[in-house]
């Protein structure tokens, strides 16, 4: 153990390890301790202590204290025997173990402390340790400081739980004598009620099962009410009621009248927070293997009911909290399937888990308005698969990302509205006129729109009044023809729309070209048609909407200009000139925006009619200069501004291109000065700033993967790397091909590595011969150094390189043949003659019928290799020899043993290799059968048959009850050297073993072969010791009891013939019709031990055990059938009726969601159709976790006859003396029924100790070396558990102190050997019993004192002491009979010498004394005759001395009186050093030729010589000839082929393929019978996976309507009509996309294209490009653009 550098400044060794806690439940202390370095002088503890076995210990155990106390019931306290019980708890003396009795009239403290981990006090989680009183925290750890909060959460922050705090004032009368205070639900806890007035608390106690508990609180006390104690004190005027909860029942508190005057209450409680999330189990990996992942989640529960509810009960609570879902790794391991890599594409890298995919936002339910409007999208979650294809699943694979919105807001905004300019000034100078406004419906982004209601508009003209007189007459012309802005306001006001007929649709006017004087408006013109059915306006050619255009260019004028100094100098100089220069405004803005220019108008205007002429009319040199000047300076609004796109990254597959798009404003045209700003301003949609390009398939290519870990570290290895022809598609995804479709060399796939050489070894020879020739024996071998080169060839090294390293076993155990019967001993000269005799009969045989080959023939027995299994009860069953049965108790059998050759009155029968004994339960006939009358756990065993040299077993079960026998079953008895004994039921293969039910009856059950080889698996197993036998029981029993009519198949009458009702089986169903077909359960076999999983999935006809970290059980149960059948669910015989918590798939499948222990039970399956039905079930059993029943009772032997045996159960301490037999029982319980081990602390059992198969621990002959603890432990699959024992062994005493023993039947049973006066000699053997009496009356009283040899027997166990090395050097003794008798042990050395009793005679006072003279018999270890030699031929023959135990007169005795010397060693010897003869020798059979299906298997046969030198030489076949050959090839049957398992045909929901045409998919499996999957069936078997098939849903087509009127007469029109996509049977108009997939006819087109009258005009406005580019070749050009282009272009 090193030391940490923080114990090592401070002078301390490192801590030692943890020591074994002291409880093995409800929370006990474990210590470690530590030595200081600096001699004693170092700061801190040299201890430390920690909780342990913090689990909850068994209701029956008791309290822990408890148990102490009562520890001291068989204790007497001043001189009286009491039962103990612990007294209250005492503050100042925590942890003395003080206890009461029963009726607390007497206290005592009974220890200073108790034992450590016991609770200082029963309301809090601390604890004693050393007599001290630790803290200990609600998380069970020593000095944590964790505390319960106020919803009883350990450590907790309060917030499942509020407090309630309330006060009533009740008014009661006696006639409204009763009024309800408060209700305080389930699960409250801290209740506390204070009550002040006369009247009293009534509480009524309602369980959640309905149980309702009323009582009155009268008097102060204790009450437990709804299984919760409460403490009530009621003085005079006040009550108060108080409980630590938490509460298992809802209490209603209520107030009962007791007076006139009102009563006051207040009371407070933490009421729990009822609807909580709570996080589920991890749900299913996303994958079987190569790395997946899983995910949890936070589900609403119920804590009442533990019901899983909808979100909104938590949501309502805001102390709630829901947890984020986890995302962990799965599943890891590579698949076996292909190259056992999971294949990566491109886009895993980018999306590896499923996301969330969302719909398009639907149109906004509003399009504009103050409180906007709403759009939802749909919201799927979507998982890509390895061909890029997407389907949709479950929504909680999602969970690790939020959730998207499916719902916004939208449109928000103000709708567009009215606004009104000012008003403009009256349109007169005096008098009565009129004043305009322009309004315009401006939306929220401040532009003229339309889509203002017209009944709003404000008023644009109304009347006004100059206060001034009017001196002149008016004109004749309105007052609108002269204002210039007049007619601009009018035009505001005018609506233009698109009408069904092409129309043009002119924009708004610009401004006037001049800002004085005359200029020009412009305005836009678009060609549009509304599209009636879709209400959308399009825009069409200009030449589409005819000839007959609105103006788009008028004369505007802003009034006169002012003069221009200079410019009017200028023309005042020629004003004698007809014509002159006139300035007529400025152009129009250059740009609207971003400083665009204005330049100034000229005109050459003719002074007579004021009109303009041409400029050549005016001097050219009197023209004025050219004037410019800025207008619209404010910067342009944002706009995007995107930069070209960047080269493609990829030539082929998927290429991206990007580009820069921001958001900027104009600042000057002249000079492009631009801001950038933020994309917010920006109101228009962003750009896109990538897109997909070269979207091509690449041509396939050579794809590595990394090298593989190194297969060897040293001596040269090889490294893998897997290499695959892959092409990128143009969908990204990557495809995998054949290594033919890649150009050029495959790269590598291996490389050597570690070219090093490896470090020298120790490993074994070649093993020798087996030291015995029959029987157990030993085999050796040499040590080898040896060395593996960097090439990777083993060498031989020196011996010096491996010194140090661990040898390998160089000796192990070697089983031959049976060895032949013991024969008795003659003299060693009938021994001479005997093998004489035998070899002589061997050279020259006789011809007799009883010698075939000169070997005599053994007994022959007729053997029936069956299993035998009995189905119901039966009186009697005769069966034979050579099976194995399981049969019922209470039954009684008979076990034939036919046998040829040999005489019936001499069968032998022996059970678990021992004779049997012959009984009124046990009896052998005159036959030589074996009776044995009702059967009986102790009957379970194997039973020998022995006749002469031939024999056979017969294996004996029970059903049900106890099936454990009361010892081990053995059948490994030697045989003769003819033993015929097949032992065909340990045949790995169990071919020839048939099973058989009992009673046989007149129909016999015929098994499916599936089940029968399944129950022939079990037993075959079980005799090969791979399990146990009582196991085998079990399951064949649970076999048997789940056993259905379709499991047994068929059955077949006595008389051959078939039943009417015969139903074919599994096996006959193939050939049947398949229009027909009954139906049948799909079964599967059981190839996998019952798991603990949260999501348990079975099939019918298996067993689940439910734990309770169960969440979820499916049952499948796969029934086949035509017609379909349907599947029905009963339990324990009653109809199963779906519930929230129960319900089936279509497929019958059973799901149980959060099991219960109510949910126990037979569950079964009946699949039924209209020809017959099948049912199976299953069972659920509730897992149990492994205890042990612990008694705490103290067992001693006093008053026990030595020899008798002593039972005690695990727990307690247990006294008993040397040579008793003591059984520790260990009772235990659970299911899986747990496995129990025994060990002993400190040191190993002993052979005198046995652990039998009822779980107990069995010690004969008890010794002192057998003291201490032993320790039980029991385990299965769901927990542990143990429990321990003291023994203490008292019989020898320090210094020799006698035990005394009652006289009793021990006396009577052995011989007592009395001294004499005159002394009595007495030879006697080691072992034997030797007991002295002294010659006095059984009443003697006086003390009798004994010595040995002049010396007290005290005297000499002291002198002994101290020069012995053992207590085997000791005298042993005991006194009896009041010490009347000495018994002495005389297995020990220094016994021999005088033993004498000394006493006085009872009154007389006359001395007595008598002696006796014991003498040892020597006995002494001595040479005997040599074994059987190992081997009867070559170099390996060994023999060895026998050692024989003798005495004085050299007869034999038992080798235990010896056992006092040690045995000499002994060498073997060779012998039988000579040449064996030819023999055929073989090896071991190869593998199957198949892997599925039939196949051979082969082994080499060669005739082989082994001579007496050692030498192995190879002889051919004529050699061996007289021998007969084995074979070497045998057929050999592997498990059966997989085949290609398709599923039922899929929906026919495909694309669709033409009318009414679609496809449908099934998958197709390569699987085998046992469900599992295989990727080797022939694909050329394969059945399809697609077939096309009929769906009125691609029964459409597309429908057009009538065509509207042309919308000219003549010179090319428009027309348009309806297309409809309808359903040809019924004619019912369908949604669009349900035509998607067919051409959709036009909607319109073309009409009246001819000209109209004989002159030719052009109809578009690009006849002029076209003439320029010289198209009017084109026939399309010369209509259109008549006018333009010359008729005789050719």
Not at 808 to 826: A, D, S
Not at 912 to 918: A, F, M, Q, V
Not at 1233 to 1252: D, E, H, I, M, Q
Request: glycine content about 8%.
């Amino acid at each position: 153990m090193t030391r940490s550098d923080e114990d090592r400044d401070i002078g301390w060794d490192a801590w030692g390890p943890w020591s074994e806690c002291s409880r093995t439940c409800g929370g006990g202390a474990s210590y470690s301790l530590r030595r200081c370095l600096n001699g004693g002088s170092c700061g801190g503890k040299n201890i430390r202590y920690r909780t342990c076995s913090n689990r909850g210990c068994p209701a029956e155990s008791g309290d822990f204290r408890a148990q102490q106390c009562s520890a001291h019931n068989d204790v007497k306290y001043q001189g009286v025997s009491y039962d103990w019980f612990p007294s209250a708890y005492d503050p100042s003396a925590p942890c003395a173990l003080r206890c009461q009795t029963a009726g607390r009239s007497v206290t005592a403290e009974l220890a200073p402390k108790v034992l450590d981990g016991t609770r200082c006090r029963a309301d809090a989680f601390d604890m004693c340790i050393s007599g001290v009183c630790q803290e200990v925290g609600c998380d069970r750890q020593l000095g944590s400081g964790a505390r319960e909060d106020n919803c009883g959460v350990c450590d907790g922050d309060g917030s499942t739980c509020r407090m309630v705090r309330g006060q009533a004032l009740l008014h009661l009368t006696p006639e409204q004598s009763m009024k309800t205070v408060v209700e305080v639900p389930l699960g409250s806890r801290l209740l506390r009620l204070h009550a002040k007035g006369p009247n009293t608390i009534v509480i009524e106690a309602i369980s959640l099962k309905g149980t309702v508990d009323e009582s009155s609180l009268v008097s102060t006390g204790s009450y437990v009410m709804g299984n919760t104690s409460l403490d009530f004190q009621r003085g005079t005027d006040r009550q108060t009621l108080r409980t630590h909860g938490p509460l298992n029942a809802d209490f209603i508190i209520k107030m009962k009248y007791g007076g006139s005057k009102d009563t006051v209450v207040q009371f407070l409680f933490y009421q729990p927070i009822r609807y909580q999330w709570r996080e589920t189990d991890f749900f299913p990996c996303s994958v079987t293997c190569g790395g997946g992942y899983q995910l949890n989640s936070a589900e609403c529960t119920d804590i009442r009911t533990n019901q899983t509810l909808p979100a909104h009960h938590c949501n309502s609570y805001p102390e709630n909290t829901k947890p984020t879902p986890k995302l962990k790794e799965c599943n890891m391991d590579l698949c076996p399937e292909s190259d056992g890599f999971k294949e990566v594409l491109p886009y895993d890298h980018f999306q590896p888990l499923p996301r969330w995919e969302q719909g398009p936002w639907t149109q906004c339910s509003a399009s504009c308005g103050q409180g906007g409007g709403w759009q939802v999208r749909s919201m799927l979650c979507m998982e890509e698969d390895m061909q890029g294809r997407f389907s949709q699943v479950d929504e909680w694979k999602c969970t690790h990302s939020p959730r998207p919105v499916t719902q916004q807001k939208c449109n928000t905004f103000a709708c567009p509205q009215w606004v009104a300019m000012e008003w403009s000034q009256c349109t007169v100078t005096c008098g009565h006129g009129l004043r305009y406004r322009v309004v315009l419906c401006i939306d929220h982004r401040g532009q003229h729109v339309g889509g203002c209601g017209p009944s709003l508009k404000p008023h644009v003209k109304e009347d006004c009044l100059v206060p001034v007189a009017c001196h002149k007459p008016r004109d004749s012309v309105p007052v609108e023809a002269k204002v210039p802005w007049l007619k601009q306001s009018h035009q505001l006001e005018e609506q233009h729309s698109a009408t069904e007929d092409p129309t043009f649709v002119p924009g708004p006017w610009s401004a006037c070209s001049a800002t004085c004087g005359p200029g020009q408006q412009t305005r836009e013109l678009k060609c549009q048609v509304l599209l009636s059915f879709t209400k959308t306006e399009v825009d069409l050619p200009e030449e589409e909407c005819g000839e007959e255009r609105p103006q788009v260019l008028r004369r505007c004028n802003q009034g006169p200009c002012t003069k221009v100094p200079g410019l009017s100098v200028g023309l005042n100089m020629h004003t004698k000139e007809p014509y002159s220069w006139d300035n007529r405004g400025f152009t129009v803005c250059s740009a609207t925006c971003a400083a665009g220019k204005q330049t100034a108008v000229v005109r050459c205007v003719s002074r007579k009619r004021g009109e303009d002429v041409e400029d050549s009319l005016c001097d050219s040199s009197s023209k004025p200069p050219v004037m410019v000047h800025i207008c619209s300076p404010e910067p342009c609004p944002p706009r995007w501004e995107v930069t070209p796109w960047t080269s493609c990254s990829a030539s082929c597959g998927v290429g991206i291109q990007t580009r820069s798009v921001f958001c900027m404003r104009l600042l000057s045209v002249d000079q492009q000065d631009i801001l950038t700003v933020s994309d917010d301003e920006c109101r228009e949609f962003k750009p896109a700033i990538l897109q997909p390009c070269n979207q091509v398939d690449c041509p396939p290519s050579w794809e590595t993967e990394p090298w593989q870990q190194c297969s060897q570290s040293c001596g040269g290895g090889v490294q893998l790397r897997k290499v695959y022809c892959k092409q990128l598609l143009s969908t990204g995804a990557r495809s995998r091909l054949g290594d033919r479709a890649c150009g050029g060399g495959k790269p590598a796939t291996n490389r050597g590595c570690s070219n090093i050489d490896c470090e020298p070894y120790l490993s074994g020879g070649e093993w020798g011969k087996c030291s015995v020739s029959c029987g157990l024996g030993i085999q050796r071998r040499e040590p080898m150094c040896r060395q593996q080169t960097a090439a990777g060839d083993q060498v031989k090294v020196s011996r010096e390189l491996c010194s140090g390293l661990p040898p390998p076993p160089l000796v192990r155990t070697c089983r031959m043949m049976g060895c032949p019967k013991p024969e008795m001993r003659r003299k060693e000269k009938q021994k001479v003659l005997l093998k004489n005799q035998i070899r002589q009969t061997v050279r020259r045989p006789p011809k007799t019928r009883a010698y075939e080959h000169g070997v005599k023939q053994c007994p022959t027995l007729m053997a029936t290799h069956k299993i035998y299994i009995q189905t119901r009860k039966e009186k009697r069953l005769h069966l034979t020899v050579g099976g194995h049965a399981y049969l019922l108790p209470n039954t009684s059998l008979v076990i034939k043993c036919p046998v040829r050759r040999f005489p019936k009155s001499h069968i032998r029968w022996l059970k678990d290799g021992r004779p049997l004994p012959s009984s009124k339960h046990l009896g052998i006939t005159h036959f030589g059968s074996l009776k044995i009358q009702v059967l009986s756990a102790e009957d379970i065993g194997v039973y020998t048959c022995v006749a002469g040299r031939a024999s056979d077993i017969f294996t004996l079960q029970l059903l049900g009850g106890d099936s454990k026998a009361p010892g081990t079953l053995t059948a490994t008895s030697p045989l003769p050297s003819c033993h015929r004994h097949h032992a065909g039921m340990s045949q790995p293969t169990g071919a020839g073993v048939s099973v058989s039910l009992l009673p046989p009856g007149v129909q016999q059950a015929l098994l499916q072969p599936q089940l029968e080889e399944r129950l022939i698996n079990i037993t075959l197993k079980a005799d090969g010791g791979e399990i146990r036998q009582e196991q085998a029981s079990q399951l064949i029993s649970s076999l048997l009891t789940h056993m259905s009519a379709a499991q047994l198949g068929a059955t077949s009458t006595g008389g051959g013939g078939q039943s009417e009702d015969r139903r074919p089986n599994w096996s006959e169903l193939s050939s049947l019709e398949t229009h027909v077909k009954q139906a049948v359960i799909v079964r599967q076999l059981l190839t996998h031990p019952l798991a603990f999983q949260n999501n348990v999935h079975i099939s019918i006809g298996q067993s689940a055990l439910l734990t309770n970290a169960t969440r979820s059980l499916t049952i499948r149960c796969p029934a086949e059938g035509v017609p379909p059948p349907k599947v029905s669910w009963t339990k324990d015989g009653a109809l199963l009726l779906p519930t929230d918590r129960v319900s089936w798939d279509i497929s019958g499948g059973l799901h149980i969601l959060q099991p219960r222990a109510s949910d126990r039970g037979q569950y079964k399956c009946t699949a039924t159709n209209t020809l017959g039905s099948d049912s199976e079930t299953s069972q659920l059993l509730a897992a149990e976790a492994a205890a042990i029943a612990v008694s705490r009772r103290n067992v001693s032997d006093h008053g026990v006859v030595l020899g008798q045996s002593l039972r005690s159960t695990v727990g307690g301490r247990v006294s008993v003396r040397p040579g008793a037999n003591l059984t520790l029982d260990c009772p235990v319980t659970g299911f899986p029924p747990p496995t129990v081990t025994w060990n002993k602390k400190n040191g190993p059992f002993g052979a005198a100790a046995v652990s039998l198969p009822s779980g107990s621990l069995w010690i004969r002959n008890v010794s002192l070396h057998h003291r201490g603890i032993y320790t039980c432990t029991t385990a299965n699959a769901i927990g542990r558990s143990a429990a321990s024992t003291a023994l203490h062994v008292y019989g020898h005493h320090p210094a020799g102190a006698s035990s005394v023993a009652p006289v009793s039947q021990e006396l009577n049973r052995r011989r007592v050997l009395m001294a004499s006066a005159r002394g009595t000699s007495v030879v006697i053997r080691p072992g034997d019993v030797l007991r002295i009496g002294c010659p006095v009356l059984a009443g003697h009283r006086v003390p009798v004192l004994w010595g040995y040899n002049n010396l007290t027997l005290k005297d000499v166990s002291s002198a002994e002491q101290g020069q012995a090395a053992g207590p085997d050097r000791r005298l042993h003794y005991r006194m009896l009979a009041g010490g009347r008798v000495l018994e002495v042990d005389t297995l020990q050395v220094k016994l021999s010498g005088r033993y004498r009793c000394q006493t006085t005679i009872n009154g007389t006072r006359q001395a007595l004394s008598a002696w006796v003279n014991v003498h040892v018999e020597e006995t002494s270890w001595r040479l005997g005759d040599w074994t059987t030699c190992s081997a009867t031929c070559g170099n390996g023959g060994t023999g060895l001395r026998r050692l024989d135990c003798v005495n004085q007169d050299g007869k034999a005795v038992r080798a235990s009186m010896c056992q006092h010397s040690p045995k000499p060693v002994t060498s073997p010897a060779g012998c039988n050093r000579r040449d064996c003869p030819p023999r055929w020798l073989v090896s071991e059979w190869s593998k199957c030729s198949a892997t599925c299906g039939g196949g051979w298997k082969r082994r080499q046969v060669s005739c082989q010589h082994l001579d007496a030198g050692g030498a192995v030489r190879t002889l051919t076949a004529a050699s061996c000839e007289r021998k007969s050959r084995p074979p070497d090839s045998e057929q050999c049957a592997a498990n059966r082929c997989p085949a290609w398992v398709t599923s039922p045909w899929g929906k026919c929901s495909g694309r669709c393929l033409g009318p009414a045409s679609t496809i449908q998919k099934r998958s197709v499996l390569c699987q085998h019978v046992n469900g599992s999957s295989y990727s080797d069936c022939d694909l050329r078997d394969r059945p399809p996976s697609v077939q096309n098939c009929s769906s009125d849903r691609c029964d459409v087509e597309w429908r057009p309507g009538a065509w509207r009127p042309c919308t000219v007469v003549c010179g090319s029109g428009f027309q348009s009509r309806r297309v409809n996509c309808v359903q040809r049977r019924s004619g019912r108009t369908l949604a669009e996309q349900s035509c998607a997939w067919l051409q959709q006819p036009p909607t319109w087109q073309h009409c009246n294209t001819t000209r109209c009258g004989s002159e030719c005009k052009d109809s578009t406005q690009y006849c002029s490009v076209v003439k320029r580019l010289k198209l009017c070749y084109l026939e399309m050009y010369k209509q259109r653009c008549c006018g333009s282009c010359p008729q005789h272009v050719d």
